[in-house]
Structure formats: structure tokens, C-alpha cells
């Protein structure tokens, strides 16, 4: 049989897209899952299996994290398992943060904060992969949160009751969601890789709100650099438009599954994309 590498079939081809539809579907299902894009599967996918460009290859992971957030956010919403006050505000210090790492950017050397990051990311898998539950553990209150209210319920398909819980460390989880903008704009990762930890680990937030909130948050962030990708001319059509509808069909097949999935299945997708993307920030930090 010849074997063709895939950097030689043009982009245009019927079996360039169609791979590239069915990668980026399986990008849209995790990604929906465990709340952060799907944009660690794309990227590499599309530079290392078909040879695009890195800046082309962001450029569809940033339309990639919209089409996740469109297909996934609304299911979230309308099941009521994102907590869109709790987002919305959160999503205020992280679009605060990614314009300050941006402007940091020129000034910081990128290989460090990849390999701090990258090892944040590895002990941040760690604990997650041990932690106790939220419910199960014990937590102080917050009174700012008691008067913004962003307190939630939402009811649970796989354990078949409701769960109710309460914010804590409201100012401590403000703070963090800035960081992780910082580094969103200094590395070009997906903030969702880090606020997800932190609403579950210091906030007290069950898993699968966590993933549905910051499904909600990233289409608001990436919004803002897909069109400034789109102006620069790095949006290539032939790439971003199979990566957009695969990765929203996967998205809204992620959302539809998640509320029957045990919230223990989440947290091990999600601590196995947390290892990977801090495997990959140390790679490239090292490179």
C-alpha cells in the first residue's frame, strides 16, 4: 500500500477535511466534557498530522474554544449546570488578566513560564486526582458570595438527585481566574485548563459545574482573539471551517452526555488533559 504523508494532500482535499472534521469532533466532545476547548487536540493535530502553521493552527483552535462554548454553553445553561453569575464574574479578571499577559508578553521569557506552568498544571493533576469531593469536604463560608448570590444547584441525571452547593473563597478564586488570564495571554492556552482546578479545588464547586461554567467563560475569551486572528489573515478557511463544525457537533454531543456521566468519570478526563497539557508547557519550555 502507498502511504502518503499528510502534509502532501492538499487542504482542500475531501480526505483532508474529512479527517480533520472527525479530529476535531473527538476535540469537541473532551473538550465540552472537561471545559476547556478542545484546543490540545486540534493544535497539535493540525501542525504535527497535516503540517499547518502554528499561527494557522491557533487561529482554528481559538475558533475551535467559540464553536465549543456555542455548542456545549447553551445545553449548560438550559440544564442550569453552569452558573452563569458565578462566570460572568470570574470572567471579569480573566479578560483583565489575558490583556495584561499580552502586554507582558515582549518582556517575559516564555520557555520559564512554560515550564512553571507546565509543572503548576502537573502538581494541579495530582491533587486533583486525590482530592476529596467538594461535598465531602469541609469548607468555610463566604459572606461575599452570600450577597452576590452565586450559589447553585442543578440537578444531577447520573446520581439522579439534586445537588446544591455553596461558593467559598470567592476573593481567593477572583483572584486566581486573573492569573490564569495572565497566562492565557502570555502562553496562548486555554484558561479553562486553569480555572477549572481552582473552582473545584479552592472554590468548592462540584466537577461538573465546573466544567459547564467555564464552557460558558471561554467563548467569551476566545471571542476577542478570534477576531483578532481573523484581521491579521491567520483564519484559513480550508482549515478553521472543518475544525468549526466538528468541533461543534462534538461539543453538543459532549453537553448531552455529561449530565449522565458520574462526576468521578469527568474528573479523570479532566486530569488526564491536565497531565497532557502540562507534558506538552514543559516540552516546549525545555525545547
Not at 476529596?132 to 469541609?138: G, I, W
Request: charged content about 10%.
Amino acid at each position: 500500500m502507498l502511504w502518503i504523508p499528510m502534509e502532501q494532500v492538499p487542504m482542500d482535499s475531501p480526505l483532508t477535511f474529512t479527517l480533520i472534521l472527525l479530529i476535531s469532533y473527538a476535540a469537541g466532545l473532551l473538550g465540552s466534557l472537561a471545559g476547556v476547548g478542545g484546543g490540545i487536540v486540534v493544535v497539535p493535530a493540525l501542525t504535527l498530522l497535516f503540517g499547518v502553521e502554528i499561527k494557522q493552527a491557533i487561529a482554528a483552535s481559538i475558533v475551535a474554544v467559540v464553536a465549543t462554548s456555542t455548542g456545549a454553553a447553551s445545553t449548560y445553561v438550559r440544564d442550569r449546570v453552569a452558573n452563569m453569575r458565578l462566570g460572568m464574574l470570574l470572567e471579569v479578571a480573566t479578560v483583565t488578566g489575558a490583556l495584561g499577559g499580552a502586554l507582558l508578553a515582549a518582556w517575559v521569557s516564555a520557555r520559564a513560564l512554560f515550564v512553571l506552568f507546565g509543572g503548576l498544571m502537573a502538581y494541579t493533576a495530582w491533587n486533583m486526582s486525590r482530592n476529596k469531593r467538594a461535598a465531602d469536604r469541609d469548607l468555610p463560608p463566604s459572606p461575599l458570595a452570600d450577597r452576590l448570590k452565586v450559589h447553585g444547584a442543578y440537578y444531577d441525571q447520573a446520581a439522579q438527585r439534586e445537588v446544591a452547593y455553596r461558593v467559598t473563597r470567592l476573593g481567593w478564586g477572583f483572584t486566581v481566574s486573573g492569573l490564569a488570564g495572565v497566562a492565557s495571554g502570555l502562553l496562548g492556552i486555554g484558561g479553562g485548563v486553569l480555572k477549572v482546578p481552582v473552582m473545584n479545588l479552592l472554590m468548592g464547586i462540584p466537577v461538573k459545574a465546573c466544567t459547564a461554567t467555564s464552557n460558558f467563560m471561554i467563548g467569551v475569551t476566545a471571542a476577542a482573539g478570534a477576531a483578532v486572528y481573523f484581521m491579521r489573515g491567520d483564519v484559513r478557511l480550508a482549515v478553521a471551517a472543518p475544525v468549526a463544525l466538528g468541533v461543534l457537533f462534538g461539543a453538543k454531543t459532549g453537553a448531552r452526555m455529561m449530565n449522565r456521566i458520574h462526576g468521578n468519570v469527568i474528573r479523570i478526563i479532566f486530569v488526564i488533559i491536565l497531565a497532557l497539557t502540562a507534558a506538552q508547557m514543559c516540552w516546549k519550555g525545555w525545547r
